[in-house]
């Protein structure tokens, strides 16, 4: 921890170190425990880029991972618009609540008094510093900075119209010099979410240099 205010305002300048020591999150028995970051998540943390595509096993947490990234991003950066595309509105409430609404209650108080929040909906939280983080099932309105969509293979499987809205909507809505990141367990080897897998991996494969706006695969 911090000695004093300079040392406190020095490692907070960091993202890496505020990542790794300043969130909190509930674990699997409904723990409240420090944030610490997994195998898997580490090697997702040192090899993110602009776009991420990620096939993921069940449970590792990539998601907890990402929207601390995403707060985290909102909270120490001045008007950042970032967005988390659920599969449905259960979803969406759950993730607001356990993930990002739980992360910034429980960030220090002294960050919490310098980012006061000026709107605290059940969906969207917005700050005094203009940054807004919002969870629904749809993004297309406005320009974001910051975009997850959280099992786009289920949204593919389950509601191939709200897939359609994703690619057509949701992801044109992120900045070229923005963060995507597409994450879902496999749900067959058909729809988008497959297809876009596919295509990564090949390019990952062959060992293709990516441009901004080409997903990096991560499995």
């Known amino acids: 921890l911090p000695k004093n205010e300079s040392e406190a305002i020095r490692l907070l300048s960091d993202p890496d170190w505020r990542i790794r020591n300043i969130y909190w999150i509930m674990d699997k028995d ?10 898997a998540q580490e090697k997702f943390f040192s090899e993110v880029w602009n776009r991420n595509l990620i096939l993921k096993a069940r449970q590792r ?19 950042i618009r970032a967005g988390v595309v659920a599969q449905d509105k259960d979803a969406a409430t759950v993730i607001f609540r356990d993930k990002i ?7 220090p108080p002294l960050v919490r008094e310098a980012r006061p929040l000026v ?9 005094a510093n203009n940054s807004s983080l919002r969870v629904a099932t749809s993004m297309r309105s406005g320009t974001l900075q910051f ?14 119209a709200k897939a ?12 070229k010099d923005g963060f995507t990141f597409i994450e879902s367990t496999a749900e067959g080897q058909e729809g988008r979410f497959y297809e876009m897998c596919e295509q ?6 062959e060992g293709i240099d990516l441009g901004q706006e080409d997903f ?4």
């Open 101 to 107: 609404k739980f992360g910034y209650d429980h960030l």
């Open 30 to 39: 409904g723990k409240v425990v420090p944030f610490r970051l997994n195998d």
């Open 216 to 219: 990096r695969f991560h499995f």
């Open 164 to 175: 359609r809205e994703v690619i057509t909507g949701s992801l044109p809505a992120v900045a």
């Open 147 to 160: 975009l997850h969509v959280s099992e786009f293979g289920k949204i593919c499987a389950k509601y191939p």
């Open 119 to 127: 709107t605290d909906s059940a969906q969207e939280l917005v700050m």
């Open 200 to 205: 990564a991996r090949k390019a990952q494969l």
């Open 61 to 79: 947490g990539f998601s907890t991972l990402i929207q601390i990234i995403m707060l985290d991003q909102c909270v120490f950066r001045d008007n």
